[in-house]
């Protein structure tokens, strides 16, 4: 099934680029209609089931039959226009942007749960769990370069769960939408959930798949154990990703614990100071009582991932029985953005990749 769009506009020149970009990209997902008489148009509603209308002009939304439409939005000269009453999308940006905000609105409907958008992908995406063994140890540079290095061959979602991450701080992309956005479809239980995955969505020039952090630390701490396995599950099955990587503190959370039973493999990123043995220990005496509460098999899943070594001050993981994956010598004089393009370019995240 596809979304069913319809577009009131005069701007004839907007409107056949819009079109054109629209059956080039998005023809698997949305039909769409044009019109420029306003009559004609309440003629087609009166007789059509529509998802969603946008406006343009001085066309007044309650001037034509809404009965069978979802959503009513308006094009906007302005970017970043807040206006209570209408739902507005700015008319002057890139087509995919657009795109995304359609698949949003539509998302966002009391109709969406109801039609399937997307099929069955019979290939699930494999899922990574990245957690720093002691602070400092450089999980999220492991995690980032990972998605980096896997993103020109497949489809890479970086999932930032940490309470303080910012993935914007590497992966540069402009968007509307935030894990807000999500959260609060996830509490909200309205609307297409696996579409409003792919709205919020942004992609970094590196073609790695991100959501641009929560605006509070506090909204995320607010989601539930229920609601975390909904968040899995649609990514899942959405079908738009080979390869998930999710990067989290190793802090006990709801969303923490389920990563890692939901996580193929899970990679304990340390250092070898003193630190990073000591809180080894104790996060697998916690591992184990997790195993035995739960009925899980984690321990199995565990991998581990030195970075950051120093060969002659550094010391291996003590009474460790966890496989060594691999790993990455401290670089001195390289600001995070350069570290993360550098691993990106080692063959140790080819080697890893795709065995569960």
């Not at 019109?35 to 148009?41: C, I, Q, T």
């Not at 087509?95 to 609105?105: H, P, Q, S």
């Not at 958008?117 to 140890?137: C, R, T």
Request: a negative charge.
């Amino acid at each position: 099934m596809k979304i069913k769009l319809v577009v009131y506009s005069k701007d004839r020149a907007y409107m056949e680029h819009l079109m054109q970009y629209m059956n080039v990209h998005c023809y698997e997902k949305i039909e769409m209609g044009w019109f420029s008489d306003e009559d004609v148009l309440n003629t087609y509603l009166r007789s059509h089931d529509v998802d969603v209308v946008i406006l343009d002009g001085d066309i007044s939304v309650g001037s034509f039959d809404q009965k069978f439409t979802t959503v009513v939005s308006r094009f906007s000269e302005q970017n970043s226009v807040k206006n209570s009453s209408e739902i507005t999308v700015y008319k002057y940006q890139k087509g995919e942007a657009i795109y995304k905000k359609i698949l949003d609105l539509y998302a966002s409907g009391e109709k969406a749960g109801t039609r399937e958008i997307y099929g069955k992908d019979e290939n699930e995406p494999q899922f990574y769990l990245v957690l720093p063994v002691n602070g400092g140890a450089g999980a999220s540079t492991i995690a980032k370069a990972f998605a980096v290095s896997q993103a020109e061959e497949r489809r890479v979602l970086y999932l930032n769960l940490e309470l303080y991450g910012d993935c914007c701080e590497f992966f540069q992309e402009n968007g509307e939408f935030t894990l807000d956005d999500i959260l609060y479809a996830l509490k909200s239980k309205r609307g297409n959930f696996n579409l409003k995955l792919e709205s919020v969505m942004r992609k970094s020039p590196e073609g790695v798949c991100f959501y641009a952090p929560a605006e509070s630390p506090l909204n995320l701490m607010e989601l539930s154990k229920e609601e975390f396995r909904q968040f899995i599950s649609g990514i899942r099955e959405c079908g738009l990703f080979d390869l998930v990587i999710m990067d989290m503190d190793m802090y006990p959370s709801e969303w923490m614990l389920e990563g890692m039973n939901a996580a193929d493999q899970i990679w304990l990123v340390a250092d070898g100071t003193d630190a990073s043995n000591e809180k080894y220990q104790r996060f697998m005496q916690l591992v184990k009582v997790i195993e035995r509460k739960n009925e899980w098999r984690l321990i199995p899943k565990m991998r581990v991932f030195y970075n950051k070594y120093r060969s002659k001050t550094g010391r291996p993981l003590e009474a460790c029985q966890l496989e060594m994956i691999g790993g990455f010598p401290r670089y001195e004089g390289m600001n995070g953005k350069n570290i993360v393009r550098e691993m990106a370019r080692s063959q140790i995240f080819d080697q890893l990749a795709g065995g569960k």
